[in-house]
């Protein structure tokens, strides 16, 4: 279960992180798996989503990467970086 006040999301969250830190949507990359970050991934740059995730995000994602138990995250990490 997850729970927050009305209007409170993932994307929500890193939307004000990024304001704060004078970054722009365009400039962010986020990864999720889960339909909590659909938001999120769509306000991102870049939406990754996980080879497991559920089918709403790999809809959306600009990417699908391989799944958690397979390193997907630290595998397009270490592409970019």
Do not use: C, Y
């Not at 909590?36 to 990417?63: I, S």
């Amino acid at each position: 279960m997850e729970v927050s006040p009305p209007g409170v999301t993932k994307a929500t969250g890193l939307a004000e992180v990024a304001r704060v830190r004078g970054v722009q949507p365009a400039d962010v990359i986020a990864f999720g798996d889960m339909p909590n970050d659909l938001e999120m991934l769509r306000w991102a740059g870049h939406g990754v989503a996980m080879g497991n995730a559920h089918p709403a995000l790999l809809a959306v994602a600009d990417e699908v990467t391989g799944s958690n138990a397979d390193d997907g995250l630290a595998l397009v990490l270490e592409r970019w970086f």
